[in-house]
């Protein structure tokens, strides 16, 4: 560009030259024209030479850009987790940029993508607390709570979950990538109330002795299924305010003897239920049966446990 600049500017210098010649008849017409040619020859090869070198920029800008594609840069600050490719691999991005390093930001922050089955979905919301375990530290619990629960659900062998994700703090890193995690929720609480094992529900009596024994007993006392009855009736003319809890019936043992109870229970772990009325703290009630003999042969006792 600056040899085609010098030669511009000395066509310039001439064709000036020449015009004055001319003026002073000192030369002729097609020496002028001759020189005037020559200015705008000069002219263009100078532009041409400019554009010359703005390719030149460009080309080398190009080259730089292409450079720097060489050099692959995480876009956070992390710690490489696995590695799928090697040095002087040749990686090709056809129709999906594959993927070279998986990249953990924070490992003391981790999340648990947990699967709620459709019938404790509605128990759940954002901002619960839960708890869960992990095969790899047995006996630890870790508590994290609940950041999202999403809309989308997931159908697998026709049973309907929907994922929510738990924040998890790890400050040790004990929690690693891809554990499994047994997550419990809670879903409700209540401090300082009486409760029963749930095998107290479940217990039914199977002796017909028994229940023939319990039958008087009951009739002597008032059964509670008529003290039900009877407060309902009351209640009933009252006001219609349903009972809280829902119903349940257990068997008090009361002088060796099964008496059947109805009771109100409420909120349950799977172990334990609230029982809302019709028990006191300390009444014994029965879980369930024995078989035992002396020759090692199962028998039917008398009497529960």
Do not use: C, H
Not at 23 to 43: E, M, P, V, Y
Not at 178 to 183: D, E, F, P, Q, Y
Not at 201 to 223: C, N
Not at 275 to 281: F, K, Q, R, T
């Amino acid at each position: 560009m600056e040899k085609a600049q010098a030669a511009y500017t000395d066509s310039v210098r001439i064709a000036a030259r020449q015009e004055e010649l001319r003026k002073q008849g000192l030369i002729s017409q097609a020496d002028l024209d001759t020189a005037l040619a020559t200015r705008d020859q000069n002219s263009a090869a100078l532009s041409a030479a400019k554009a010359m070198v703005l390719q030149a920029k460009a080309d080398r800008d190009m080259a730089a850009t292409n450079l720097a594609f060489t050099r692959i840069t995480s876009p956070i600050d992390g710690i490489v987790v696995s590695r799928t490719v090697d040095v002087g691999q040749t990686v090709a991005a056809a129709f999906q940029a594959p993927q070279l390093f998986l990249i953990a930001n924070d490992l003391t922050k981790m999340q648990i993508l947990a699967n709620i089955d459709e019938a404790d979905v509605g128990k759940v919301s954002d901002g619960q607390e839960a708890k869960f375990t992990v095969d790899a530290y047995p006996g630890e619990t870790f508590t994290g709570r609940i950041r999202e629960l999403r809309q989308a659900p997931n159908t697998i062998q026709n049973v309907v979950t929907y994922p929510a994700v738990i924040d998890a703090p790890n400050p040790d890193r004990k929690l690693r990538q891809g554990m499994t995690a047994s997550v419990t929720i809670t879903a409700a609480r209540k401090e300082d109330v009486l409760r029963a094992p749930n095998a107290a529900l479940r217990f039914k009596p199977d002796d017909s002795s028994q229940a023939a024994e319990a039958a008087p007993a009951q009739q002597r006392q008032g059964t509670p299924q008529a003290r039900t009855a009877s407060a309902a009736a009351r209640g009933n003319r009252e006001a219609a305010a349903p009972a809280p809890g829902r119903p349940g019936r257990v068997y008090k043992l009361e002088n060796g003897k099964p008496i059947p109870v109805l009771i109100r229970v409420g909120l349950s772990d799977g172990q334990r239920t609230e029982v809302l009325e019709g028990l006191s703290d300390g009444d014994k009630v029965i879980v369930g049966g024995g078989d035992a003999g002396s020759s090692g042969q199962p028998q039917r006792r008398r009497g529960p446990f």
